[in-house]
């Protein structure tokens, strides 16, 4: 099915949510003036040299749901208010219900899908260290493990001693921080950002 839909559908993005700078969650849709269906979510994000990437990752419930839920609310609202502000005196007790609808798309818009200041701050911390801020949860497997790789060999490279052994003997650095994240260890997360802040409280 999905192929017959892509021969003859054209596909844009909604439901942004997350965002970050440049970064954000945000779903696939094959549209035909509406979203009809979703076809994937991404994790939209920008390359060292400037390049838009997207890494496929499962798909956001939250993002298909205000995908849908913020285009209904801003064509109803246009749906309404066009008479009214065409023939006031005729269509104008539409025109009430049009600004509500208004006030609940720019809600669903600009409030709804937004990151908390702890989420916020995570996610920034891994951008600058793996030049990314996805959740690595939420990355394909491939991918999280090339950039453990990744940030393994750098760790080591600068510092000559494994990273879990620096988390235990209590070095506070970003990147172990997220070493410890792309290794999905919790516990581990929990100490490295412990070590992190007392070594920033020191400095």
Not at 66 to 95: C, E, K, N, Q
Not at 148 to 168: K, M
């Amino acid at each position: 099915m999905s192929g017959l839909m892509t021969s003859w559908l054209e596909c844009e993005d909604y439901g942004t949510v997350d965002r970050l700078d440049s970064e954000a969650i945000v779903t696939e849709f094959f549209t035909m003036v509406f979203p009809i269906w979703p076809s994937r979510t991404v994790y939209v994000y920008k390359s060292n040299d400037g390049e838009e990437c997207r890494v496929q990752i499962p798909l956001d419930r939250r993002s298909v749901a205000l995908g849908y839920a913020r285009f209904s609310t801003w064509m109803t609202a246009v749906i309404f208010a066009a008479p009214a502000l065409f023939d006031y005196a005729r269509w104008g007790h539409l025109l009430p219900i049009a600004v509500g609808l208004v006030g609940i798309a720019v809600v669903l818009t600009f409030v709804l899908g937004r990151l908390d200041p702890a989420e916020a701050d995570r996610r920034a911390l891994l951008r600058r260290v793996a030049g990314i801020g996805a959740p690595p949860e939420i990355l394909p497997f491939p991918f999280r493990v090339d950039m453990c790789e990744q940030l393994a060999d750098r760790w080591y490279t600068e510092n000559r001693l494994g990273w879990r052994e620096a988390i235990d003997d209590g070095m506070g650095h970003e990147l172990l921080v997220a070493l410890a994240e792309y290794h999905c260890e919790p516990l581990l997360v929990t100490v490295a950002r412990k070590n992190l802040a007392a070594d920033l409280r020191w400095n």
